[in-house]
């Protein structure tokens, strides 16, 4: 896909969160929206997937850590032809398959359950050691949240990986600087988080998370790292696309109402008043 | 003793840890399933995987002591399609590592086997931290986890091999001590199935792990006086409702036995079932909502009230209440 293509894509998913959100009346709304272009990115050009076989045993594996942004993963996965889009709108609701935190039971395309965080780069370990064992080609993403890396658990899979090598493995950090209660440096402080992956023997980039060129250059870069795994800090504006929300701590884990829905959706499908919408 | 019901040792007892039979087990099956795959948290000969990880090094993944990461390593593993065993002392592993195991293990429906050892209150010196007495209450309310606590080493054997054959989660725990091999190769063993060790007329002893043979002093000792039956109730979870059922009919009068917290172990699974579907008076036998002490694993036994003598007066308090109802 051109970078174009990838733009609007994005933009499609990000109108979509906001939708599901509304729809919703609870959930998260800064994380899902800063991850709409990596996650763009994974979907419609980096994953070696197939929708119509999700179980096919040799695609790549996309393990999302930090479940709370699923709003993301769910319209990437409709998207990309795993379920119908409209069943988005069913999200949090009785009888859903698309649940508050991802189920890798529930729906086609989900890989692992997460929630509670700091499990997800475990589980995307165990992945990869998988591939190694068998000698498969495919590999394990992982998506983290740099808050996330308060729990201990976290440090002991980073110090695990590192001692095994496992350059089949690539994890993305959503370097957004928020979490629940505020910027992640006053909550608990995270820097120097690329040395620290660095002492834990990662190969580290760092990218501006909204640029397609930086992200997928970034992914391709990984896959020929052959010593060590690959951490990828992606520097990502919460709120990404929608003014009010971006970089406020606020819309952590909050939905939009109703006017704000609107505005976000115009704002979106106007490109920031760039171009008339034909629905003013 | 009489009447046994089941191919049994039982001129003279040899002692030895459950944990070598589940490291047996484990190396048979690196063997014949080349799926299966062994993790440790800094424990591999005490846990007995030392053989499993000489023969098959590249199936082996030592984890250092981390038991949060190894919980979510193997639900990785598993589903990607491999057989993970999980080791590590029972406190830790499911104690430590309880939100792994119920999100990335039970909830997802991981085929994840986790192995903890020393539990229970015989693991002696090392004191209360190191005596896992709620592993099986922890592990039992998880919803799609089977709970297995073999009765000794040769059972401990069949039930590794039977877990890595039941696709889901599974949680195997035994103790650190050699403790009398009652069971024979040839003793039948089914997951989820209830062993009848000795029939009796007026109670019956529902037990697990080296309780079984306590149970089974208990009733020798009992000979004449009362008759008193002994049910190996290997695995708690799923519980064998209908032998508990049918031998609540048969002696009117249960005693549970286990080396675990009376709160939510064995004792409180045969109590619901016979709540909801045959009450009829019991008694259980645990470790009575309180903490462990260092101490010899014998006197510790005594002390805490999981004795033979315990057994006992139990059998005799049940049977005052049965013939006072």
């Known amino acids: 896909m051109t970078t174009k293509r990838l733009e609007l894509q994005a933009n499609l998913i990000r109108q979509d969160i906001i939708k599901m959100l509304l729809e919703a009346g609870s959930g998260h709304s800064a994380g899902p929206l800063g991850m709409a272009d990596i996650f763009t990115a994974l979907y419609f050009e980096i994953l070696n997937i197939d929708p119509k076989k999700p179980d096919w045993s040799d695609r790549d594996r996309l393990v999302l850590s930090c479940g709370h942004i699923c709003p993301v993963l769910y319209a990437s996965l409709a998207h990309r032809g795993y379920f119908p889009v409209e069943e988005l709108m069913t999200l949090r609701k009785f009888g859903t398959r698309l649940h508050g935190h991802p189920h890798n039971l529930a729906l086609p395309g989900i890989e692992n359950s997460s929630g509670p965080l700091g499990q997800g780069l475990s589980q995307a370990i165990g992945m990869a050691l998988t591939a190694k064992l068998d000698n498969k080609k495919w590999r394990t993403y992982a998506v983290l949240s740099d808050g996330e890396h308060d729990e201990g658990q976290t440090w002991e899979a980073i110090m695990f990986a590192g001692k095994n090598e496992l350059h089949n493995l690539t994890t993305v950090i959503d370097r957004n600087n928020i979490q629940i209660d505020g910027f992640t440096e006053d909550v608990m402080p995270l820097e120097p988080l690329a040395d620290k992956y660095r002492s834990f023997n990662w190969h580290v980039l760092e990218i501006d998370g909204h640029n397609f060129e930086d992200i997928i250059a970034a992914f391709r870069h990984a896959k020929a790292v052959f010593e060590k795994p690959t951490v990828i800090i992606a520097h990502t504006i919460p709120g990404k696309g929608v003014d009010f929300m971006e970089n406020d701590y606020h819309w952590h884990g909050k939905p939009p109402k109703s006017d704000e829905a609107k505005l976000a959706l115009k704002e979106l499908r106007t490109l920031r008043g760039k171009i008339t919408s034909e629905h003013e | ?325």
């Not at chain 2, 080493?153 to 009652?182: D, L, N, Q």
């Not at chain 2, 009362?226 to 979870?237: A, D, E, Y």
């Not at chain 2, 209908?242 to 675990?260: G, L």
């Open chain 2, 1 to 325: 003793m009489s009447k046994f019901l089941v191919p049994l040792h039982h001129e003279s007892f040899e002692q030895i840890a459950p944990r070598d039979g589940f490291g047996q087990g484990l190396l048979e099956l690196g063997k014949s399933n080349p799926n299966v795959v062994a993790l440790c948290g800094d424990l591999v000969e005490s846990i007995r995987v030392q053989a499993f990880a000489e023969a098959y090094p590249e199936r082996y993944f030592e984890m250092g002591v981390a038991e949060q990461n190894m919980a979510g390593v193997a639900a990785g593993l598993a589903l990607s399609g491999k057989i993970p065993f999980t080791s590590s002392y029972a406190v830790f592993s499911p104690g430590r590592n309880w939100d792994q195991t119920r999100v990335s293990i039970c909830y997802s429906k991981a085929n994840v086997k986790i192995v903890g050892a020393h539990a229970g209150i015989s693991v002696g010196p090392d004191g209360a931290t190191h005596q896992a007495l709620e592993d099986v209450a922890i592990t039992r309310v998880l919803p799609n986890m089977l709970v297995v606590v073999p009765t000794d080493s040769v059972e401990a054997k069949k039930a590794t091999i039977a877990i890595s054959k039941h696709i889901g989660p599974c949680y195997i725990r035994f103790g650190r001590e050699k403790t009398p091999v009652i069971t024979k190769e040839e003793t039948p063993f089914e997951l989820g199935k209830a062993l009848p060790i000795r029939a009796g007329d007026d109670v019956t002893i529902i037990a697990n792990g080296q309780m079984v043979y306590r149970s089974m002093m208990a009733a020798k000792e009992l000979e004449g006086k009362v008759s008193v039956g002994v049910l190996n109730m290997h695995t708690v979870k799923p519980i064998d409702a209908k032998a508990i059922i049918d031998v609540a009919k048969e002696t009117n009068a249960i005693v549970t036995a286990e080396e675990h917290q009376i709160i939510g172990g064995l004792g409180s699974a045969v109590t619901e079932v016979l709540a909801d579907h045959y009450p009829v008076p019991i008694e259980r036998i645990g470790v009575l909502d309180t903490f462990g002490e260092s101490g010899k694993p014998d006197e510790l036994m005594e002390h805490y009230h999981l004795g033979v003598s315990d057994i006992v007066h139990a059998v005799e308090r049940v049977v005052r209440r049965k013939n006072a109802s």
